[in-house]
């Protein structure tokens, strides 16, 4: 069963794996090689798993999962303050 639910900071760097597999298979379709490795090749880095888990703690991004037999196969990113909608991926 697929459960929906707010992210919390250890999500961060499964959250990051999708994002990273997403635009690897899905966006590839779409753009040249240069653009996806140049587009994903910073994520799953410690640095921006860091960076991830600080945002989602201190409430900066507003971040929910899919998830599904506890594996985390989508994310969407708000930021509540400006209303901007910064991510959705699965």
Same mark, same amino acid.
């Given at each position: 069963?697929? $459960?929906?639910?707010? *992210?919390?900071?250890?999500d961060a760097k499964s959250?990051?794996?999708?994002?990273?597999? &997403?635009?690897?298979?899905?966006?590839? *379709?779409? !753009?040249?090689? %240069?653009?996806?490795? *140049?587009? &994903?090749?910073?994520?799953g880095q410690p640095e921006l798993i860091t *960076?991830?888990?600080?945002?989602?703690? &201190?409430?900066?991004?507003?971040?929910?999962?899919?998830? %599904?037999?506890?594996?985390?196969?989508?994310?969407?990113?708000?930021?509540? $303050?400006?209303?901007?909608?910064?991510?959705? !991926?699965?």
């Amino acid at each position: 069963m697929v $459960k929906i639910r707010r *992210a919390i900071p250890e999500d961060a760097k499964s959250i990051q794996e999708v994002h990273k597999d &997403s635009i690897q298979q899905v966006a590839s *379709a779409f !753009y040249p090689v %240069e653009v996806i490795d *140049a587009w &994903s090749s910073r994520l799953g880095q410690p640095e921006l798993i860091t *960076a991830h888990e600080n945002a989602i703690r &201190s409430g900066v991004e507003l971040v929910v999962i899919a998830e %599904e037999n506890e594996q985390i196969f989508g994310f969407g990113a708000i930021i509540p $303050k400006t209303g901007e909608l910064r991510a959705v !991926y699965v």
